[in-house]
Structures are given as C-alpha cells and as structure tokens.
C-alpha cells in the first residue's frame, strides 16, 4: 500500500483534531479538573498517535505518545493541570501544528521544534514527582474514585481541613436512619460531606449494621466535630482522621499497564463512534468545487441569453427555477463556517495577555456563520492584525484600568453575522480608544492633509486615515502591533475580496472595526450601467443608493466636482472620464457608492438594470485598468468588465 495517497487526508484530518485540540485546551486551562476535558483531549492525542504511527511519521508519533501518559496522570488525579502543564500541553500542540506544515511542504514531521517538545517530556516524571496527590492510609476505610479526590485536593489547597469520620452507633439502636440523618445534619451546617459509605441512600434505607463513615470538608477542628455529634442520642463512638496529601509516585510498569487499558477503552469507543458517523459526510477537493462553480456559472450566463429569446418564455421560467436550485446548493457545498477561523484567536490573545502583562478575555459571537470557504481563507490574517492591535493598544494595563473605574480585565469581541447578501464581522475593544486629535495632529505633519482640510472631514474619514501604509498614532514599537501598523494590508485584503471596512472609536471607551463582506465571490448582485455606450458592472452590495441628475445639484469645488444630495456634499466622478473614454453624452444618474467609510457618486450616462453575474478573473498578463475587479459575460454573449469602487473612491 503507497500511503502517499493518503497524505492529504492524513493532513485534513490532523488539522482538524489539532483544531479542536486548541479549543479543548483552552476549556481546560479555565476548567482544570474537568474529566471530560481531559477523556476528549487524550482521545485526540491518541488519534493523531495512530495516523502519524500509520503514515510513519514517527516524531509526531512519539510525541503525541508522551502527551498521552502525562494527560493519563491527570485524568488519574496524580496530576493537576497547573499553568506549568497547560504551558506544556500548548507547547506540544504548536509542535504538532508545525509538523504538520513540514509534512505538506517536505514530506518529513522531523521538526526541531518536535524534537524539543518530545526533550521537554523526558522529565515528566520530574514534574510528577513535585506535584502532591492524595494517598489513602492503611487504615482508611473508605476508597475515594478520581473525581472525590480532586475535590480534596483542591479544598486542602484552600486551607480546608477533610477528614475521614466514622461514626458507630450503640445496639439495638432502634430508628439508624434517624441517628445517621442527625449525623449528617449536624456536619452539614458546619462544612460539607463529600462522600459516604454506605451510600446516603442506603444509610436512609437502613441498609447498614451500625457503623458508617463519611469524608467531611470543613473549617473546624477535628475535636470540636467530634464533640457536636456525641451530643446525638444514641452514638456509641466517633474517629475522626484527618486526609493530607502524600507524595506518590506509580511505578513506570504500573502506568503503561493503566495507559494501555485506557487506550484500548478509547480505541473501541471511538470504533463505535466512527461507524456512527460513516456515510454521513464526504471530503470534497476544492479544486473540483470550483470546477462545478465555473459550470454553473456558464449555465447562469445561457439561461440568462436564453431568457431574451422571448419564445422559449415557458422553457426558460424552468430552466431558471432548476438553475437556481443547483446554483443554491452549490453555494452552500461552499459555504464553510467561519468559526475555522475564529478558533485560531483564544489560544493568541491567550499568549498576548500573558506577554503583555495584561488581562484580556475574548468573547466570540456567530462562530457558526456560514460563508464561502474562499472568504474565510482569506479572513485568517486581517483579523490577526486587528485582534493584535486591539489587545495591545487598545486595551489598559490592569492598573490603569482599574484607575479609571474600568475591571481589571479587557474585553475583546469577535462577531460575525449575516444581513442581506453580505456577512459582517466585528472586532470590537472596551479599551482607551482612538484618540482623533492624534489622528489629525499626525496627519498634518505627515503632509497627508492640510489642517483647513482635516477641519472639514469627517470622523469616519479621518478614521480612515489609519488605513494609510505606514500610519500610526502608536507612541511606541512593541513586538506585538502598532495601532495602524498593519491597517493598510488588513484594508488591501478586504478590498480585494469586494468588502468594506470602516472604524468607530470613543476616547477612553473602546474601539470598533467593521468589515463587510459578500458571502461569495463567484457569482454576485450587480447593477449594469452604461458609459460611452459601453456596458460595466457595479456589484449591488456596494450600493447604497441611485439618484437622478441635475445640473443644478452638480457644483464645483476646488475644480473637484460635487454632488448636493440631501444636504450632503459628494465627490462626483463622471465614468466615461476616469476610465478615460470620449464621451459627448450627457450624465443622467448617480450611483451613490460607499466605500472604506466613503461615499462617492459614479456619474453614468445610463441604467440597464439588475442582473446576477459570474465574475471571472482578469490575466494579470493582461495590461488593463486597476479600476476593475474582474469581467463577466453579459447574456448577448458580450463581455463587460467590473468596476472595483473601492478603486474609484481613491481616485
């Protein structure tokens, strides 16, 4: 068998189990004791062990081996998850994540990284050895599963003192389950029980002799328990021992023999699981889907010529509604939900708290929000930019916070949702805020604007500025961002995937940055307009309105056309002139675009009207305008070309 034909699938999946390894630990860095963290967490590093074992990648192997024992020791209460273990943990899972890279550019998982994260296992046991765990003593009457267990250790970690109690009432005791519940009542009222044996139900139920014994969580002293329930009728006698923590360290013989049993559990539940969900999913190569995008889009192209051929009106209805059909479900085939993406940042703004010496909690909205998988590839690197420059210029050191009446801890918000045909998503800040007087002091000495011009701009333009290569308000270089450092390429990738993006601040509260985005980039809204008798596209979801011409509305200023337009003033381009055609037609329309925080008026000589088209993309061998996003074939069969507005508005 070649595995090489299982490459790619052994690369997906990994990926996948890695994805939501980084989640899982997270989960479990907030919630230490959890044992179905730690099953779910073992379960994937045992899958990832026995594909790379399988496709013999032998680093990945051993290393997702050692994972396995330490999370075995947590899962058996001989460890606890620490930061030292949680740091551990995520060390191993950024090795695997880089092993993963290697494996698909040479072929080989022999990562340096690897090989430090295996060398940082080899003193596991070191680590073992220093982490106290609860031993029973040869005198204890009771066997305490995993789960009681770190409930004692953790209430021993918080000053609490447990003890084991056992209580024997006298003969012929006539009503037990009363002197028992009395018992209970009394060490109730002054701490907690956290296990009995008989079980409580048994001990209602009379189902014991005369003895029982229970494990009790409390801040009094052992003689002062042991007073209050003598005074009970009927109690013969009391012994109260205190539980402590012991060193205790297994045998390496005893935890492999453990470790085996458990894999084997887990292999043969996650059998059972596999076989629930085969046939129910299948994995698709992208390539293939943009093959059956492209023939749908030749489809929407003929229906829409077929359409003007108005005696096929009947056929052509019919042929729109199957079109349709199979255009909708193509989409959806694509559309991936964007929490792919979003899964990445809790484990990042998790690293740049503790860099930064801040406290910052991430909140993540709409994570199930669909859109095309083209899109959400795109997104990774913007939203790094953004969540980057949000934690470290946006959000206050603890102290300052603190200061000004703020909690201690930052809030980021990471949202996503859909309206119309278009997806938005938000990364929003409870930090200091932009400081616009900085914006425009900055501005004005990088000879960007005048001040008589600043004056006059909006704050959503002079937001905008921020978007400018190079521009920051940032005092200092840090390792992390610079509020502005970076802008230009978040706004270059937006544009290019025909979004817009725009920022809201307010000094002292916060800051918000929105980026719209179309829900695919294939097949789009448009609006075709007509300029020198020839026919452009304008996508619909850049539109914000479309008004009549007059003359009298069109002014000039500072030999810059303008439109006055419901008490606003916008920048005026005629088509035909930016695109450099000859024109002696006379402009009727206005398409109000908005753009980058922006608006603009397209002037066009005339509308055709709404129409769905496929865009194709331009040869970059092809020496044409920047002012186009791409071109599409009309129904005539005739090629008109996509206006890029984001373009326009920075013209």
Do not use: W
Request: proline share 2%; net charge negative.
């Amino acid at each position: 068998m070649d595995y090489k034909d299982y490459l790619p699938i052994f690369l997906d999946e990994s990926k996948e189990n890695l994805v939501q390894l980084n989640k899982l630990l997270l989960e479990l860095e907030a919630n230490p004791d959890d044992k179905e963290l730690l099953n779910e967490i073992f379960r994937i590093a045992h899958t990832i062990k026995g594909m790379s074992a399988t496709m013999g990648f032998n680093n990945i192997a051993t290393l997702t081996h050692n994972m396995e024992n330490i999370l075995d020791d947590l899962r058996k209460g001989k460890l606890r998850a620490d930061r030292d273990i949680i740091n551990l943990l995520f060390f191993s899972f950024d090795a695997l994540e880089k092993s993963l890279e290697l494996i698909s550019t040479s072929g080989t998982d022999d990562s340096p990284l690897v090989r430090e994260a295996i060398e940082k296992f080899s003193n596991k046991d070191k680590i073992i050895e220093s982490k106290p765990v609860y031993k029973e003593s040869s005198s204890s009457r009771v066997t305490l599963d995993q789960y009681n267990m770190l409930v004692i250790k953790e209430a021993i970690q918080k000053g609490f003192n447990v003890y084991e109690v056992h209580v024997k009432l006298r003969e012929n005791t006539v009503l037990k389950s009363v002197r028992a519940y009395m018992v209970f009542k009394v060490l109730e009222e002054r701490g907690e029980v956290v296990y009995s044996e008989p079980s409580a139900t048994d001990l209602e139920n009379e189902k014991f002799d005369l003895d029982f014994t229970v494990v009790f969580i409390t801040r009094e002293k052992q003689d002062t328990i042991k007073e209050l329930i003598l005074q009970i009728a009927e109690i013969d006698s009391v012994d109260i021992n205190p539980i402590s923590l012991e060193e205790k360290v297994e045998s390496q013989k005893e935890k492999e023999e453990v470790a085996s049993k458990v894999q084997e559990a887990t292999v043969e539940k996650e059998g059972i699981k596999g076989l629930s969900r085969m046939g129910q999913t299948i994995r698709i190569d992208v390539e293939r889907l943009d093959e059956l995008m492209n023939l749908v889009g030749e489809l929407v192209i003929q229906r829409t010529r077929l359409a003007q051929i108005k005696e096929f009106d009947n056929t052509t209805d019919e042929l729109a509604r199957i079109t349709n059909e199979l255009q909708n479900l193509v989409m959806k085939v694509r559309m991936i939900p964007i929490e792919q993406v979003f899964n990445r940042f809790p484990r990042m703004v998790r690293d740049l708290s503790q860099e930064s010496g801040k406290k910052v909690r991430l909140e993540i909205y709409g994570a199930d929000t669909e859109l095309d998988k083209t899109v959400v590839d795109a997104m990774g690197d913007p939203l790094m930019h953004l969540i980057r420059n949000a934690v470290d210029h946006g959000i206050e050191p603890p102290e300052e916070r603190i200061k000004l009446g703020k909690p201690e801890e930052g809030l980021v918000k990471l949202s996503a949702y859909h309206e119309g045909n278009n997806i938005y998503i938000e990364v929003e800040d409870d930090g200091a805020g932009i400081n616009i007087e900085k914006v425009k002091q900055k501005a004005i000495e990088k000879g960007l604007v005048s001040e008589e011009m600043i004056n006059r701009m909006s704050e959503e333009d002079i937001y905008s500025l921020l978007f400018i290569p190079g521009f920051s308000t940032s005092e200092k270089v840090t390792d992390i961002s610079g509020r502005g450092v970076g802008m230009d390429v978040v706004k270059r990738r937006v544009e290019e995937l025909n979004g817009t993006i725009r920022i809201e601040s307010k000094l002292g509260r916060g800051t918000k940055v929105t980026i719209r985005l179309p829900l695919t980039l294939a097949i789009i809204q448009s609006l075709l307009v007509k300029a020198s008798e020839e026919i452009y596209a304008i996508p619909l979801s850049n539109i914000e309105e479309i008004v009549k011409l007059k003359e009298s509305e069109i002014k000039t200023v500072k030999n810059v056309e303008v439109l006055y337009s419901r008490g606003r003033v916008i920048p005026l381009y005629r088509l035909s002139e930016v695109l450099g055609l000859s024109s002696n037609n006379e402009c009727n329309f206005a398409v109000i675009v908005r753009t980058g925080g922006k608006q603009i008026g397209i002037a066009v000589d005339d509308l055709i009207g709404e129409e769905e088209i496929v865009i194709k993309s331009i040869d970059k061998m092809v020496n044409l305008n920047r002012n186009f996003v791409g071109a599409t074939i009309l129904g005539n069969g005739k090629v008109a070309l996509i206006l890029d507005v984001n373009t326009l508005a920075s013209v």
